[in-house]
Each structure stands twice: as structure tokens, then as C-alpha cells.
């Protein structure tokens, strides 16, 4: 799976787009998050234990910090060339692009992001 899929399935919950009909659940909450097509993602991120201690509205390496994603360059890297950006150097700037390139596509996938997250 890619970085970028793996950092949406986070987000959003799993693989699964629709669940087939079950037996209605009974009181028990589950352990991992609902899969949903249209997520509030600051929500959604705020609510993942740790979130408090990052800056993942700005930072790409917090934010796969959060979703417990190796953040290493290589990672980040790889990252970028999914988004398409080629000359991906790991300098600030990049980061700070890269953070805005996964926030619009995670709103184009059907996330609810705030705008200052995105451009």
C-alpha cells in the first residue's frame, strides 16, 4: 500500500469503502474507527491519542507521527513522488508543501479540511 493510502486509511478508517449489512451492533464501541466516506479530519485527528503533543496541522513528519507512520526521509520522499512532486528535498519548504499536497487530496478523497490546512 502506498504512504498516501496507508496516512488515508488512517484518517478515514480502513480499506473498506462499504460495509455489507451486519447484525446491528449491540453498545460495544469498537476498537479501531468506522470506515466512512466523508470524515471531519481535524476532528478526527484530534481525537487519536498524542495529537495534543504534535503539530500535526503543519508538520508532514507530526502528522505521520500521529497516524503512526515511519516519517523518515525516505518515507516522505517516497511520499512526494506518489503526490508528484519529483525534486522532493526534505528542506522546510518542501515539507510544508507536501503537508498542504496530502491535506488537498485527503479533502479530495471526501475529507472535511479546513481551508488554512489546505492552500
Do not use: C, H, T
Given at each position: 500500500m502506498s504512504i498516501?493510502?496507508?496516512?488515508?486509511?488512517a484518517i478515514f478508517g480502513g480499506e473498506a469503502k462499504a460495509a455489507e449489512?451486519?447484525?446491528?451492533?449491540?453498545?460495544?464501541?469498537p476498537a479501531e474507527r468506522a470506515a466512512i466516506?466523508?470524515?471531519?479530519?481535524?476532528?478526527?485527528?484530534?481525537s487519536i491519542p498524542g495529537s495534543d503533543k504534535l503539530n500535526w496541522r503543519n508538520s508532514i513528519v507530526d502528522l505521520?507521527?500521529?497516524?503512526q507512520i515511519d516519517a523518515s526521509y525516505g518515507n516522505r520522499k517516497?511520499?512526494?513522488?506518489?503526490?508528484?512532486?519529483?525534486?522532493?528535498?526534505?528542506?522546510?519548504?518542501d515539507n510544508i508543501l507536501l503537508h498542504k499536497q496530502v491535506m488537498n487530496k485527503i479533502a479530495a478523497a471526501g475529507g472535511i479540511v479546513p481551508a488554512d490546512l489546505k492552500d
Open positions: 498516501f493510502g496507508k496516512i488515508k486509511n449489512p451486519e447484525a446491528a451492533p449491540v453498545a460495544a464501541a466516506s466523508e470524515v471531519d479530519v481535524e476532528a478526527r485527528l484530534d505521520m507521527k500521529l497516524v517516497e511520499l512526494a513522488q506518489e503526490l508528484g512532486n519529483a525534486d522532493y528535498s526534505g528542506s522546510a519548504e
